[in-house]
Every structure is written in C-alpha cells, then in structure tokens.
C-alpha cells in the first residue's frame, strides 16, 4: 500500500527547511509541559525516573528510523560508527540544533568527542539549583546516553570529562564527554520499554521514501557535517525528516505513558496527566511554527497551523481529511497507539482550542461527533478573548519558548 502524500507536502523547500530544526526543538519540549505535573503528582525524584524511561524507551527506535531514512544506518546492525552515532544526535529531539549545541571532534571510527557551547537544557534548570542540575546531567544523562549507543553500537560508552554543576559558575563549555567504541565494553541494554514501543504503530508506520532524483541531498550518507544545513536537503528529504520527526514526538509520548503507567494504577490520574502535558506541549509546538512561518492569524490561518501542527502528523500514522474549512478525524493508527489525537474529540480538545489560540486570542474551535470515532473541527472566532492556557504557561518556563535558530556554514568534520 502507498503512503499518503505528506501533509507537509504543500510547503515549499525553503518553508520545510525553516519547519524541521523547529519540531525538532517542539519534540524537544515535550518534557518542559510533562514534567511539571510528575513532579507535582509524584515527586522529584519518580519524576527523574519518569524522565529516563521516556527517552531511553524511545531514542533507539527513532534513532534506527531516522538512520534507514537518510542513508546512515551501519551496514551490519548495532555495528555503526562514532560518526553513525554523532548523526543521530543531529537528527533527533533529545537534540535540537544550537538550543544543544553539539561541537564533535572525530579521531578515528571508534573514537571522538563531544562538547556543548550552549546547552538549553542547562539553562532551563540551573535557575531551580544545584539538585535539579544533578538530576538532569547525572542521572538523566547517564542512562539515556546508553540508550543512545543501544542505537548503533551497544559497545560504545559516552562518558563524562566535565559536566554540570559548573565549577567555576558559567563554565563554558557547559559539558564535554568522550564516546569510545571497544570491543571489551559489556554491551549497553534496552529497557523493557523499547520492545513495548517497537510493536506500536509509530514504531511500524511506513512512510513516502525519499526521491533521490529530487534537488538537493537525498540523505545524509556522506561525511559528517559541523552543523546541518536543512536547506542543502532535497524538498523530498525534508518531507520525510519532517514526517519521522513528528513520529519521533509520538514515540516519546509513548514512552511516557508507559511510564506513568508504572507508576500509578488510576487511570483518571494517568488521563490527566497525560491531557496537560499533550496541551502544553501542543501550544508550544504551535507557538514556534506559527511565528517561524508567519502563519496568517486569522480562521485559515489556523486550519493550516492545525495541519501542520505534530498532533496530526504524519499523514500515514493519523487520519484526518482537511479541507478548506473543517477537519475530519478519523479512526487511524495513531488511535491504536492511544497516541495525542485519540485524547482528543468532542468531550475534550483543549491542546486543539490552546494551538490555535497562540494565533489570535480570540479564536476558538468547534468540535462536532459524527458516526463512531470520527469528528470534525472548525475554527471560529469569539467576541472575547481567552486567557492563555495555563499549560502553555508553565511551558513557557523554558528559553527554548522564544529561542531564535541562526544561519551556519555546514563544513565536514575530518578525523583530528
């Protein structure tokens, strides 16, 4: 069966450059809307837990992905590279260009080195103290690490030579680690999440393979670049970054609920939690697409956002029929999965009434029930405006809100 043509398949190239480091940094922010309410429902430190098995539940899966999209992935599994890991990085959310901003030294295939000039993530916590830095740059990092390496080569080790707390304050660069491959290392382990998440639909989902005939780089099977340039890709290699970057967001999401569910037997309390992280996270997205692509702030304007927008995206994992006024939703893989758009329907639409908002106040949607679990949206405008969604609000906690991408020369990265 042939995929559906990509929704983002009406953007033109130089659009779908702009989009892509921009859900990057979207999937990236999941955690600043979700684990605010850990923290609240379960503490500080289950919320750290709750953080790993997130990421570490669904970086090897998407990672693998994104390697057969673009061209990079080992010749023979689990055999790849310092450089097939370094490009991982550069092509996943727990990344996001410039906001981590990744330097690598190559020495050889089974020896390099990364430092960050600035790191996001850093300045998020260091502000909340020391315990929230050591949570995130030890404990969080150090098994999410390994889960990285799961990816491409279970022997290699990412290991610290500075990292935060920074001593002296403001130390820059804010970390630097050392990822060596050895055949003596014991192999790095999937947690039990990862088989749970690759059975899933996001995990299966088959999309539109990339046209090598089109302008532009086809994939990214050549030396590894300092810094990606989108807009050297070819529009066809955009659309399918775009597409995997959002099933990425969707495999995240997975994992966090699997991990709620480990942690709390009501139902009611795993609904909530998961509803304002997806609003929060939703809003958030929207925010950043909205003013990168100067989307119009007015009832079209936000039918387009909303089609862009992760929560129906890709087209091959969610089903919706958009036309030039409403959207249809219905039954798709992406329901099967429980993923963002099965919370969402006439009895709740709030991430929905929250993304289009961040366009214009005073707009709003209307969500109407048809036969089984199909629904349509249309957006209208209100006499009043609403105040902003309180999960946006807390969202908006982190510098990646307003974070501006810059332009770089992407120059290959020989072996020093």
């Not at 949607?365 to 309180?390: F, H, I, K, N």
Request: include cysteine; hydrophobic fraction near 45%.
């Amino acid at each position: 069966m042939t995929p559906p043509v990509s929704r983002y398949a009406d953007l033109t190239r130089e659009q779908l450059a702009i989009l892509v480091p921009e859900l990057l940094l979207s999937g990236h922010l999941i955690d600043r809307s979700g684990m605010a309410w850990c923290i609240s429902a379960f503490g500080r430190d289950e919320m750290l837990q709750i953080a790993i098995a997130e990421w570490a539940g669904a970086s090897p899966i998407y990672t693998r992905r994104m390697q057969r999209a673009l061209g990079f992935a080992p010749a023979v599994d689990g055999q790849g590279d310092v450089v097939t890991i370094f490009k991982g990085i550069q092509m996943e959310i727990g990344a996001p260009p410039q906001f981590l901003d990744f330097r690598y030294t190559v020495h050889d295939p089974h020896h390099g080195e990364f430092h960050l000039d600035h790191c996001g993530a850093l300045m998020d916590v260091e502000p909340m103290g020391e315990d929230y830095v050591q949570g995130m740059c030890h404990d969080i990092e150090d098994p999410t690490f390994d889960a990285t390496a799961v990816a491409s080569n279970p022997r290699a080790q990412v290991r610290p030579i500075h990292r935060p707390p920074r001593v002296p304050a403001g130390r820059t660069p804010a970390c630097a680690w050392t990822v060596i491959i050895d055949e003596t290392y014991p192999e790095a382990e999937a947690i039990p999440a990862v088989a749970l998440n690759a059975k899933t639909q996001a995990a299966l989902v088959e999309l539109a393979p990339i046209d090598q005939s089109d302008e532009g780089l086809g994939d990214y099977s050549g030396p590894l670049l300092s810094d990606l340039d989108f807009a050297a890709f070819s529009r066809s290699a955009l659309l399918r970054i775009a597409d995997e970057v959002c099933l990425q967001m969707a495999l995240l999401d997975n994992s966090f609920a699997l991990a709620l569910a480990e942690r709390s037997d009501s139902a009611e309390q795993i609904l909530d939690i998961r509803r304002k992280q997806t609003t929060g996270s939703a809003a958030m997205s929207a925010y950043r697409i909205a003013r990168a692509l100067d989307i119009p702030k007015d009832e079209q304007g936000a039918l387009q956002l909303l089609t862009l927008h992760p929560i129906l995206n890709p087209s091959a994992y969610v089903t919706a029929d958009i036309s030039d006024h409403s959207i249809l939703v219905r039954r798709s893989p992406a329901h099967d999965d429980a993923a963002w758009i099965s919370l969402c329907g006439p009895d709740w639409f709030a991430p929905l009434q929250a993304s289009v908002r961040v366009l214009d106040p005073h707009l709003d949607v209307e969500v109407e029930a048809l036969s089984g679990d199909e629904w349509t949206l249309t957006v209208v405008r209100r006499d009043e405006p609403a105040p902003e969604a309180q999960e946006l609000v807390i969202a908006k906690f982190s510098t990646g809100t307003d974070f501006a991408f810059e332009g770089r020369r992407s120059l290959p990265i020989t072996p020093v």
